[in-house]
C-alpha cells in the first residue's frame, strides 16, 4: 500500500478555502486516492474520492496533478463546523483491500 | 446515507469481565471492518470480513475475536477485557463495488478498570 504523508495540523477562519495536500510519491497505477473526515468521538465519513484531475461534489474537489504523485483536497468557504482530522488513503480498489489510515491532519477553522 | 450502528456506545466494565460489542448495517455489505482509535491517535485495523464466515486478522494485534453468520451482523469479543483494551472501537462496512467507500459506525467508547 502506498505510504502517505499529509500536514499534522492547519489552521483556518471561517469564510476561507482551505487546501489538504497529500504526498503519496509510490502510488501504483490501479491506487485511487480517498478522502476522510473525522469529528471527535465518531467514525470517520467518506468526503471523496478520485483518480485523475479534478473531482468534485457538493462538500469538496479533489485535484490530483498528472503524475499523480500528490493530492490536495480543496473545502471552499470552510466553517466552525468543518473543525476534524482529515486522512487522506491511497489504495486500489480490489476486493479484499484493506484502507489503512494515518495521522491524518488537523484542521482548526477559527471564528 | 448509509446505516451502520453500534451498542452500547459507551462501556465501563471491570477487569476479566467478558464483553461483546455489537455491530450492525442494514446495507447489505459484504465487507465489515473492526478499527481500534484512541484519543488522538490513528486507526488501525484489527478484524475484518468478506462476507458470511469469512473473518481475518488486521494490521494491529488484538486479543479480541470476531464471528460473521449472518451479513449484516459483526459483533467483536472480548474473553476477558483488561485495562489495556481501553479504547474507542469503530465499525464500517463497504460494498464491494468499484468504490469500496467505507461507512462508519458511531463507535464504542470502552474503558476497562
Known amino acids: 500500500l502506498a505510504k502517505t504523508t499529509q500536514p499534522i495540523s492547519m489552521d483556518s477562519y471561517e469564510g476561507q478555502e482551505v487546501n489538504i495536500t497529500c504526498s503519496h510519491n509510490?502510488?501504483?497505477?490501479?491506487?485511487?486516492i480517498t478522502w476522510y473526515q473525522q469529528f471527535p468521538s465518531q467514525g470517520p465519513r467518506f468526503i471523496i474520492q478520485g483518480y485523475k484531475t479534478k473531482v468534485t461534489n457538493e462538500v469538496a474537489s479533489l485535484f490530483i496533478p498528472a503524475d499523480r504523485k500528490s493530492s490536495t483536497l480543496s473545502l471552499p468557504r470552510v466553517s466552525l463546523s468543518d473543525t476534524a482530522v482529515y486522512y487522506c488513503l491511497v489504495a486500489p480498489m480490489e476486493y479484499g483491500n484493506k484502507l489503512v489510515f494515518g495521522a491524518g491532519t488537523i484542521l482548526r477553522v477559527k471564528s | 446515507e448509509a446505516d451502520i450502528y453500534q451498542t452500547p456506545r459507551y462501556l465501563v466494565i471491570g477487569t476479566g469481565k467478558k464483553i461483546t460489542l455489537e455491530c450492525s448495517q442494514t446495507?447489505?455489505?459484504?465487507?465489515m471492518y473492526w478499527y481500534q482509535q484512541d484519543p488522538g491517535m490513528e486507526l488501525h485495523l484489527i478484524h475484518y470480513?468478506?462476507?458470511?464466515?469469512?473473518?481475518e486478522k488486521g494490521d494491529l494485534s488484538s486479543e479480541s475475536t470476531v464471528s460473521r453468520i449472518r451479513t449484516e451482523h459483526f459483533p467483536l469479543t472480548l474473553e476477558s477485557a483488561r485495562p489495556s483494551h481501553t479504547s474507542q472501537y469503530l465499525c464500517?462496512?463497504?460494498?464491494?463495488?468499484?468504490?469500496?467507500?467505507?461507512?462508519f459506525g458511531p463507535g464504542t467508547r470502552l474503558t476497562v478498570l
Open positions: 446495507m447489505g455489505h459484504d465487507k
Open positions: 509510490n502510488i501504483a497505477t490501479n491506487d485511487y
Open positions: 464500517a462496512s463497504s460494498e464491494y463495488i468499484r468504490t469500496d467507500t467505507q461507512y
Open positions: 470480513s468478506y462476507g458470511v464466515n469469512s473473518t
